[in-house]
């Protein structure tokens, strides 16, 4: 039984489902008094050990408590940067299959390093089918990101390839695949679809003119506009801040989030939460201001080439003056870097 606990820990269904808080063990509290300031040392290191061991809440279950989640996207593929950002402290890290160079191989270790650190990871698709959602399902993800929804139509089917049948067609490996921990999982089958945030993307002018329907499609918990594939369908791909662009999306903002206020009055109804990508015309910050439940603010890549030229640029533009060396060692020595 727990080697079964341990396996399936590593597995981000696990981390996230609903499993009772570790308790701190009896035997502390049999420290003797006098040793109070150990004793509560003890207590301490035990209770951050709970605390590391106790289930990550689940991307849907904070967006239902009213949590606005911050990402990055993961474009590069590599786990070190995957568990950087987790460590980081940001609340989701999106693997991106559809413009990253990696496929299902490279994903899976970036997931294993994003699970390690106890941080949620959604893999983008490259296309909408039930083959690459069967094989990213397969591996154990918080949820997945479909490219391209334009219509209804199309959003159920993409959540039907997110589920088994009846309900949808994914293809069944459960007793063998990393989602069940490999099979020592027995509750996954009951609480998998439930658990998997499935979040579709509208990225066209024809999406958009779709989108509350979309958003009240069953099983779409979260819409994700695009602005630069929006802005490119409109005929303004080298002007994704262009007037048009902004009103088409302030629009769609408006439907998606009228629809979640209305929720309340009809809760049978589905209401899709409101995601998106942050823009140099239009930074995170401001999504977050307008409301967006989930704001994806930056992207691996991007991140690194800033700093990059950044560091390289204040190399090239250092200037000293012959003789300005001197003295530099003593200035090292104050500034406490050297040990002596």
């Known amino acids: 039984m727990a080697a079964s606990i341990a396996a399936a820990a590593s597995v981000s269904h696990l981390l996230l489902g609903p499993k009772p808080k570790p308790t ?8 003797p008094r006098r040793r109070s300031g150990a004793a509560g ?3 301490a290191s035990a209770s951050a050990a709970s605390d590391f061991l106790a289930p990550v809440p689940s991307l849907k279950s904070r967006l239902a408590a009213g949590d606005t989640l911050y990402g990055l996207f ?16 940001y609340d989701y890290v999106v693997v991106d299959m559809e413009h990253g160079p990696g496929g299902i191989t490279e994903a899976l270790a970036c997931l294993r390093a994003l699970d390690a650190a106890r941080t949620p990871a959604v893999l983008r698709l490259p296309e909408a089918c039930p083959v690459w959602a069967k094989k990213a399902l397969d591996l154990g993800p918080a949820g997945l990101m479909l490219p391209a929804v334009e219509s209804p139509a199309a959003a159920a089917e993409a959540v039907s390839h997110c589920r088994y049948p009846p309900r949808g067609v994914r293809g069944a490996a459960y007793p063998i695949v990393r989602a069940s921990a490999y099979g020592l999982d027995d509750s996954y089958l009951s609480r998998c679809e439930d658990d998997t945030l499935i979040i579709c993307q509208v990225e066209t002018a024809a999406g958009v003119a779709e989108i509350d329907a979309i958003a009240a499609v069953e099983g779409v918990d979260v819409v994700q506009m695009g602005p630069l594939d929006l802005s490119a369908s409109m005929g303004y791909l080298w002007d994704p801040g262009n007037r ?3 009103a088409a999306l302030r629009e769609a903002e408006r439907k998606v989030l009228e629809a979640r206020k209305k929720k309340d009055a009809a809760p049978e109804t589905n209401a899709a939460y ?3 990508f942050a823009m140099p015309n239009d930074p995170a910050e401001q999504l977050k201001h307008r409301g967006y439940h989930m704001v994806a603010g930056a992207v691996d890549i991007g991140l690194f080439r800033k700093a990059a030229l950044e560091n390289v640029k204040r190399f090239k533009e250092a200037s000293m003056e012959i ?16 040990s002596e």
Not at 24 to 31: H, I, M, Q, V
Not at 74 to 89: C, M, N, R, V, W
Request: proline share 6%.
């Open 24 to 31: 701190t063990p009896p035997r502390l509290s049999l420290l």
């Open 41 to 43: 040392a003890i207590s």
């Open 74 to 89: 993961l474009l590069s593929f590599s786990p070190t940067l995957a568990e950087i950002a987790a460590l980081a402290g």
């Open 244 to 246: 048009k662009v902004r």
């Open 274 to 276: 409101l995601g998106g």
């Open 323 to 338: 003789g300005e060396a001197e003295g530099e060692e003593e200035d090292e020595k104050e500034d406490g870097y050297w």
